[in-house]
């Protein structure tokens, strides 16, 4: 297999979306998996007008039977995969409760996508990953998952007090930190990215960057040399006053 394969949750819009869109430009065969096959649909249409080698793939992360049929489509088609972007993710509108108005109902719907979906897919998955010769795996986290940054009372993120997002993200980046460190004897390298505040759907768009620069971080950890770094949270740094570069857990 010559092509590098690479599969984007959450790919129909959004930060998945603009990284599908990169990979497709590199040449690569972008799997789009999304869990609405309309809107899987036209996500293909939309890379492939551009010239992408772009596949819709059915995956809801929180469905292990979706998941598991996701995975076994791959191993039928392509035998392998080289780079799994952990991308789908979700807040809720209750989300900014404070913690003490936190309801379970929340935290475990959030958890669902955020930690549980991607635990769920990159276990599916990683059979496949250990086929390619080199695999990348990018977990995309976000600088609220960072404990650091957020119990900084100088930092940009001091006012922010919600459990469900924040909490999910933290856990994904522990997360991240395990799988980098059962994977470290492979060629195999675990990240987590931090796209930085994007406008997308996720937030009103009111982010003050493009999806498409918030995918430029996923993408820079899925074409990591052999020598990259694995097992960081990586990506855009607001408190640094912008630029790339690895942020504190
Ligand atoms: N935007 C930001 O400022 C920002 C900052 C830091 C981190 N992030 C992270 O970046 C990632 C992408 O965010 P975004 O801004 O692009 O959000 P978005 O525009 O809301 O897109 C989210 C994507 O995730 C998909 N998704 C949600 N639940 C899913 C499930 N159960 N199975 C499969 N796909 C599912 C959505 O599919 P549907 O269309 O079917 O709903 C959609 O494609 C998320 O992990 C988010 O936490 C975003």
């Not at 990979?23 to 010239?51: H, K, P, Q």
């Not at 952990?86 to 959030?110: F, K, Y």
């Not at 955020?114 to 995309?140: D, E, Q, S």
């Not at 991240?176 to 931090?194: F, G, H, P, Q």
Request: a negative charge.
């Amino acid at each position: 297999m010559t092509t590098t394969i690479a599969l984007v949750t959450g790919a129909n819009r959004g930060i998945g979306l603009a990284t599908a869109r990169q990979f497709g430009a590199r040449g690569w065969t972008v799997l789009v998996a999304a869990r609405d096959a309309a809107r899987g649909r036209e996500a293909e249409r939309v890379l492939r007008a551009e010239g992408a080698d772009a596949r819709f793939v059915p995956l809801d992360v929180t469905d292990e039977a979706s998941v598991a049929a996701a995975a076994e489509l791959v191993e039928r088609e392509y035998g392998q995969l080289d780079v799994l972007v952990n991308n789908a993710g979700i807040v809720r509108a209750d989300g900014s409760a404070s913690p003490s108005e936190t309801t379970l109902a929340t935290l475990r719907e959030v958890y669902e996508t955020n930690v549980f979906g991607v635990v769920a897919v990159t276990n599916a998955f990683l059979p496949l990953l250990r086929k390619a010769p080199a695999a990348r795996i990018v977990n995309v986290s976000s600088e609220v998952g960072s404990i650091a940054a957020m119990a900084d009372p100088q930092g940009a993120l001091s006012e922010l007090t919600s459990v469900p997002y924040p909490s999910s993200k933290a856990a994904l980046n522990m997360v991240t930190a395990m799988y980098a460190k059962e994977l470290r004897d492979t060629a195999i390298k675990v990240n987590a990215a931090n796209p930085g505040y994007c406008a997308t759907d996720f937030n009103h768009h009111s982010g003050f960057r493009t999806a498409e620069e918030g995918a430029e971080v996923s993408v820079h950890l899925a074409t990591l040399p052999a020598d990259g770094p694995s097992g960081l949270l990586w990506g855009y740094q607001m408190d640094a006053g912008g630029g790339y570069g690895t942020l504190p857990w």
